[in-house]
């Protein structure tokens, strides 16, 4: 989980304590290349933080993928 921490500490200014109670909450997930972890039409409560690899959105427009956004090992969106 090195990326992770590394990115949250780039990012916002987090005590070694709430960074720990995060990182206890947290369960690693390795999955294969093109596992689709967001079904369409279903409700996700996860949260999924890409540690190594990229992870890609995409709905499907006239039979064609049509991609949104890419996510790549260690991003963060600050809002």
Do not use: C
Not at 14 to 29: F, N, Q, T, W
Not at 33 to 55: C, H, W
Not at 61 to 75: H, L, M, N, P, Y
């Amino acid at each position: 989980m090195d990326n992770i921490i590394a990115s949250i500490r780039k990012h916002f200014d987090v005590r070694d304590e709430s960074l720990a109670l995060l990182i206890s909450g947290l369960k690693e997930l390795n999955v294969p290349k093109k596992t689709m972890l967001i079904q369409p039409d279903r409700s996700d409560k996860n949260i999924y933080f890409v540690e190594n690899g990229i992870a890609r959105a995409y709905t499907i427009r006239d039979g064609k993928e049509v991609t949104s956004w890419f996510s790549k090992e260690g991003d963060l969106t600050k809002l």
